[in-house]
Structure formats: structure tokens, C-alpha cells
């Protein structure tokens, strides 16, 4: 597949990486005088050589395939694709300076809705101004909302390159449910055929499940490691920090299949973690000497452009984030017994995957979800910091509220944000709204 020399070096990228790279070494500066951020450094370096690996792929002429998080990376890395996951580049870059926001507003005096999700108009922007590396095809669900899929025709019809995208039902696959229907994994898995045939076709190389298998049992053992930590999480106090879940999240985003550093950081988390049960303690006393007061379960995405609000919610208000939307996984191992349990455990993972499980159907799907986060994490709060460009959920959203707390009996912050850009609500007002909340309502 042509590339031009052009390819390799592209704007976005570099801006991510410096600003990934500053963030490492801030950590393993602390970590000389304090263990405790040892996690943290390991962290930004797996995530670090996630970003280099696309100039590894770019050097060997490795195909590129631009994704979603809806597309499982087994199946790339195992057919030596590598996958250009673009929310690791529309998410980070909202963190590395303002640059952001030249893309935000190119793409919307190009004619891109502004009440488009910024997700992936951030994208867009770039890709407009000829700032993102170019993908020899493109590979993607269409969910959990419309932006995505709206955003993702215009990145195809762009792009011009060979694309499959995933239809997702809105049916659930598990019997218990009121919404389940036999059809819903049997549809996913004729579509998972259907994603191999596309590969094979513009590849022009076999698939095999072999490599594909070899690739499982690596995830296999990173699925347990995490749904233990994800365990360790439901502990009081809390052992880990609030950024926990997100981060297990998109290492298993980026690195699922990936042997070596994944699975040494997710060992790293779960140690940790067992440690400081058995010592009987939690990460807001180990890290700033005070016991923890308040759980807090995030119904929404975190605020991507300051991940340290959590950070801040700890020490101001030693309040433990146990768990958001976003981090919130329900993992299958996958049974490697045939092709067809291997692509049936994968659909299952693909619906029950962070936000497409809860937004991608019926009301219930989410409510239900919250209910037993709540439970599950004794969360003694729930705060949704509404991002506006999700607008599904901005219709359900005083109901949901209204749901949650007559069924749950705990209290609920509901607040207008933009994940991505904090020229809208910036993080003084998200912390005042949060600061107005606690002393008023909580404590």
C-alpha cells in the first residue's frame, strides 16, 4: 500500500507524544522519592509506546487501519494491522495545550456542525488542515451515539480508503434481560465473518485464527487480572487511585493482545491494590494522610481536558471517584475452544463494551447500569457531568437523575460540560459546582 513520506510525520501525533512524554517524566521524577507514582510513570510510558508503535508500523509498511473503540485490536495486531484508534488522538489532544481548538473551530467553519460531538470533530479539524496520519482503510461500530456515526461517514468519504463499519443492535444478548433476543450475537458474529473477509480482501492475506487465538490468550490473562482490580475497586476504602478504571480501560483499548508492559502494569495495579487491603487502608490515606469520606460513582465520561479533577476531588475533599461510565467494563474471557465461541465471547465483549452498553438501546440499559454501579461500588454519590455533545443522553438526562435517586436513595449532581473543550465550562466552574454540591448536599 503507497505511502508518501508525508504520512509519517503528522501534526497531531507529535503534539500528543511531547505531551505524553512531559507527563512520564513528571511522574518518574516523583517516583524517585515516592513508590506510590511508580504506577502512574508505567502508565504513560505503555501509552507512550502505543504512539511510537504507529512509526514502527509506518517504517515496516504495516497497514493502518483507522478504528473505533467498538473494533476489538486482537484482530488487527493478529492479522499485523495496527490500529489508529482515534479516540487516542481526539481525547489526549484536548489535554496537550490549546491546539484543540484550532482544529474544533477549522472543522466548523468547514461546515461541521457545532453541536457535532467534539470527540471527533477534533479529528476531522485536523484531518482537514492535513495534520493526521492517513489509514489504508477504516474499520468501525457504529455506536453508541449518532455524532459518531455521522462524524465517521465524512472521516470515510474524506479519505477515500476501503471501509467496513459494524452494525450494532440495539437487542441485548443476555437472557435475563427484557431485551434479549436471540438473534442479537449470532448477527454479530456473521459481521465479525464479514470484517475478516474485508481484511483478507485488502490485505490479500489469510486470515488466521490461529495467530488470532495466540493473541486471546494474552488478553485472556490481562481480562483477569483487570476484573480483579475492577474487584479491588468495590473495596472500602478504596486501594487505587480514581483514575484507576479509565486507565485499565484504554490500556485494554490499546494494548489488548499486546504481551509485555500490559500485563506487568495491570500486576502492578492489582498488587497495589491487594496490598493495601490486607494493610487495611485506601489510596487517599496512603497518598495524602486522610481517610476517605465520600465514593463517588461518575455517571458519565471523565473530563478529559483536566484528568486531574479526580485528583483534586481526593485531596479536597477526600472523595474516591470508584468508578465512572467509561471504566465501568464487564469482561468475558474469551473460550478459545472454536471460531465460533472466540467471535461469539468477542461480540458479547464489543456490547458490553463502556458507554455503547449503556446509550446504544432502550432507557433501561442505563438505568439499570447505574443502579448497580451504585451497589456494586457503595457510591454515596453519583455526579454526571453531562457532555453536550452527547445529546442522547442530554434527553434523558433530569429522568435519569430523578430515577437514580428514588431508587438508590443517593443524591445526584447534574452539570453541563464539554469534555473536550473547556472553553464552554471551564474546570473552575466544574469545581465550583462540584465544591456548591458537597457542602451543600453531602456533607
Request: glycine residues 4%.
Amino acid at each position: 500500500m503507497n505511502k508518501s513520506k508525508n504520512d509519517k510525520n503528522r501534526g497531531i501525533w507529535e503534539k500528543i507524544i511531547e505531551e505524553y512524554t512531559r507527563l512520564r517524566d513528571m511522574a518518574t521524577s516523583i517516583a524517585n522519592f515516592s513508590e506510590d507514582f511508580a504506577i502512574e510513570s508505567t502508565f504513560f510510558q505503555l501509552t507512550l509506546d502505543y504512539y511510537h508503535s504507529y512509526y514502527d508500523a509506518f517504517e515496516k509498511k504495516i497497514p493502518i487501519v483507522l478504528c473505533n473503540p467498538g473494533i476489538p485490536v486482537e484482530f488487527l495486531y493478529s492479522a499485523n494491522l495496527f490500529p489508529l484508534i482515534l479516540e487516542m488522538y481526539s481525547i489526549p489532544i484536548s489535554v496537550a495545550g490549546k491546539n484543540h481548538y484550532d482544529y474544533i473551530d477549522f472543522a466548523e467553519n468547514s461546515g461541521i456542525m457545532p453541536w457535532l460531538c467534539n470527540n471527533q470533530k477534533t479529528w476531522i479539524g485536523a484531518m482537514l488542515k492535513g495534520e493526521t496520519p492517513k489509514p489504508d482503510m477504516l474499520i468501525h461500530a457504529d455506536f453508541p451515539c449518532d455524532s459518531t456515526t455521522i462524524e465517521m461517514q465524512i472521516i470515510k468519504k474524506y479519505y477515500n480508503v476501503p471501509a467496513f463499519t459494524f452494525d450494532v443492535p440495539y437487542w441485548h444478548h443476555e437472557k435475563n434481560s427484557i431485551y434479549y433476543d436471540e438473534r442479537t450475537v449470532p448477527y454479530y458474529v456473521s459481521q465479525f465473518r464479514n470484517m475478516i473477509k474485508f481484511i483478507e480482501k485488502n490485505t490479500k492475506s489469510k486470515f488466521s485464527f490461529e495467530k488470532l487465538k495466540d493473541t486471546c490468550k494474552i488478553t485472556n490473562e490481562a481480562r483477569y487480572h483487570v476484573i480483579d482490580i475492577l474487584e479491588l475497586l468495590q473495596h472500602k476504602p478504596n486501594p487505587l487511585s480514581s483514575d484507576t478504571s479509565y486507565a485499565v480501560y484504554s490500556t485494554m483499548m490499546t494494548h489488548a493482545g499486546v504481551p509485555g508492559k500490559q500485563i506487568e502494569y495491570l500486576k502492578m495495579l492489582k498488587d497495589k491494590g491487594m496490598q493495601l487491603v490486607k494493610n487495611k487502608t485506601g489510596h487517599i490515606l496512603q497518598r495524602y494522610g486522610k481517610e476517605e469520606k465520600y465514593r463517588c460513582f461518575w455517571i458519565a465520561m471523565p473530563i478529559y481536558f483536566d484528568p486531574l479533577i479526580f485528583t483534586w476531588m481526593e485531596e479536597k475533599f477526600q472523595i474516591s471517584t470508584v468508578m465512572n461510565m467509561m471504566g465501568n467494563q464487564t469482561l468475558v474471557p474469551v473460550d478459545l475452544t472454536s471460531e465460533e465461541t472466540i467471535l461469539s465471547d468477542f461480540s458479547k465483549n464489543v456490547l458490553n463494551l463502556p458507554m455503547g452498553r449503556q446509550l446504544r438501546g432502550p432507557l433501561e440499559y442505563l438505568l439499570d447500569d447505574i443502579v448497580s454501579a451504585v451497589d456494586d461500588y457503595q457510591a454515596d454519590f453519583c455526579i454526571w457531568g453531562g457532555h453536550l455533545g452527547c445529546k442522547h443522553s442530554w434527553g434523558i438526562a433530569n429522568l435519569v437523575k430523578r430515577y437514580v435517586q428514588e431508587e438508590t436513595g443517593v443524591p445526584v449532581l447534574l452539570f453541563e460540560v464539554d469534555d473536550i473543550d473547556n472553553r464552554l465550562v471551564s474546570s473552575k466552574i466544574i469545581k465550583k459546582n462540584i465544591k456548591n454540591f458537597v457542602q451543600n448536599v453531602i456533607q
